[in-house]
DNA sequence: CTGAAAGCGCTAACAC
DNA sequence: GTGTTAGCGCTTTCAG
């Protein structure tokens, strides 16, 4: 800036006015500034300018996973409404590690973002009081905050979702219903467990653990859970699995275990064999890619919204607005597509 | 850091030393700060240090569209190998605007990041002549900037991974492939317009613009394209899609076409009807979700390759490398499940 | 309309 | 081992 003021033969801050389209600059003057800018490709300098001024208009979004599509559709709409606001965004996914979130969020503040969107995957935020402290404001989105840290917090109606979706199958006849979920420490699974459990008591069924899986959505895991549930003496009719990529694996899982494995079938497609859920009957939580061409039911959440109401909700409150912490409670939409309107097979022992 | 310098009742600069690690402090002393940063909640301010010290440790990741999961991935590996370098990472979607690209790039170049990984949009790079002037380096992914911009590059070998599938195709009996693509202005969808064409012509088969078809991965636009292509005189047997969302959504196209609507087979996948190609082949550009239990033939990118490539190149760039610029280009894999490897059926000229 | 001086929070380069 | 001084590039404040 220096350079430039001395090329353009003015003060410092006469530079400074024309970059920043201050009023009051003589138009020839501000021609001449600007020549000496393009002249000397003087780019100014965010970082110095935020430092005087107090605000980076950067937020900072820590996420699951940003290669997972529930999380890349939140994180869209957040970035879409950060640039709208004219700020830039900092990423970052704490791979559902308590200590990495926490490192990220306090990079994130170390850099003294305005503002910041967690999706929490630890249950302990007392480490945010000092910035909170500072002024920095943050809104949870998908799981709200440890005890003791007050914040607004954006999900979606997990236990109602999952409720809706196990009284589904129930109205379609079915009595014995599995839940596969997440592990039971993440909020969302247990929430979920918990609307199945509702759903369940609502209609006088009784709750049986042993139809219950709750675990990280890898392969060999629901392999052999799914094996064990089906083998049972008195086996599920229908399964209610507890997120997108569980629901993915599960089929996968199904189709290994009733023949059409991935490998076997490679014409599955081709040869209109679909595979198959040899029997039962599903409604899966989380809309996902094809689950319409398989005829997948599912209880759809909106992540795009999820993350576009947090980002409004924080900008708000950069805002100035100062009314008491909210939380917000999206709903879910159930989607019959067929594989949840299966009626339950006729009982061996009412013929 | 001055209120800790004087709390703790010290020199700003024993504060500093403390803070970040620097040797040649006293024990005690340190102890004394570090209970005074405690009490006082402070934390570093990084925008000054970056300010003073010159490099920021942040990089700027231009992509085409964070929901996409192919940038995704790509977006999550930069993401990890950023972090692994003590580098945070801005983000922004440029959804195909060459100008919003340009506008992204600058506000990062503006916070002065230390490199930029770039998916360009637009074809002209020129803006950023002053930036390589002030030293910022940056990396191009999954398709080369603009004539006249030096810059390393790291693409998939798409004109190669085209004429494979095509091959494949063409070495199962096929004569009449089209080829859906994307924009033609878009580099890759060019590239494996081109792969297809070779393939074609290494066969001694004849070009026939009548079975391309080059657009936006509409439902609508492929609809139309594809029931144009099927009743035309002499339609093809197969088809070569030529990314992930053209794919699926000529999947969804068929089965509506063929009949089997999502709307109207809600239970495609419970009654073992799935929604058919109507005997045609198909080899699909970019692998995706469920495509191993649909039976999909694919040629598969790495995406999470392209980034953690992009991104390493990248780092040793900003580490001094200042060898001549270098053009990476990763092999595609074919991976065959069904699709790919249905025979046309028989001609009815040749009984 | 324009400019000079002070200082945002920190670190580099030297003292002591 | 510790402290002082200067200055990163900008904006704010106030003076012309």
Redesign the interface.
């Known amino acids: 800036m220096n350079d430039v003021a001395a090329a353009a033969g003015v003060a410092l801050k006469t530079v400074s006015r024309v970059v920043n389209d201050e009023p009051g600059v003589n138009a020839a003057t501000a021609l001449r500034v600007k020549a000496a800018i393009d002249r000397l490709?003087?780019?100014?300098?965010?970082?110095?300018r935020?430092?005087r001024r107090g605000r980076?208009a950067?937020i900072g979004l820590v996420i699951e996973?940003?290669?997972?599509?529930f999380y890349?559709?939140l994180?869209?709409a957040v970035?879409?409404t950060a640039?709208h606001h004219g700020c830039?965004?900092?990423?970052?996914?704490s791979q559902e590690d308590a200590a990495r979130e926490r490192d990220l969020v306090?990079?994130?503040?170390?850099?003294?973002v305005d503002g910041l969107i967690i999706v929490p995957a630890g249950t302990d935020h007392t480490y945010l009081?000092?910035?909170f402290?500072?002024g920095t404001r943050a809104v949870f989105a998908d799981r709200p905050p440890g005890a003791g840290c007050e914040a607004d917090v954006v999900l979606s109606d997990n236990a109602g979702g999952a409720r809706a979706g196990a009284a589904h199958l129930i109205a379609h006849g079915h009595r014995r219903i599995a839940f596969l979920g997440d592990l039971p420490r993440i909020f969302t699974a247990a929430e979920r467990l918990r609307g199945y459990r509702e759903a369940l008591a609502a209609a006088g069924l009784p709750y049986d653990e042993a139809l219950v899986a709750m675990g990280p959505a890898d392969p060999a895991r629901l392999r052999a859970d799914l094996a064990r549930l089906l083998r049972a003496a008195d086996p599920p009719t229908a399964l209610l699995t507890g997120n997108g990529r569980t629901t993915?694996e599960t089929?996968?899982a199904l189709?290994s275990i009733t023949g059409s494995a991935?490998g076997a079938?490679?014409?599955?497609?081709?040869?209109?064999?679909?595979?198959?859920?040899g029997g039962l009957a599903l409604v899966g939580f989380d809309d996902?890619?094809?689950a319409?061409?398989?005829?997948?039911t599912v209880v759809a959440q909106d992540p795009?919204r999820l993350g576009r109401t947090a980002a409004d909700l924080l900008f708000l409150r950069l805002a100035g607005d100062d009314g008491p912490v909210t939380r917000f409670e999206l709903p879910t939409r159930l989607i019959?597509?067929?594989?949840g309107?299966?009626p339950p097979p006729p009982r061996r022992d009412h013929p």
């Open positions: 490709g003087y780019r100014r300098n965010d970082g110095a935020t430092l980076t950067s996973d940003a290669a997972d599509v890349s559709s994180s869209r970035e879409e640039l830039l965004l900092f990423t970052g996914s306090l990079a994130f503040c170390a850099r003294r009081a000092p910035e402290e500072a993915v089929l996968r189709a991935p079938t490679a014409g599955a497609f081709v040869e209109g064999a679909c595979p198959g859920l996902f890619e094809l319409d061409l398989l005829g997948v795009a019959p597509r067929g594989s309107e299966r």
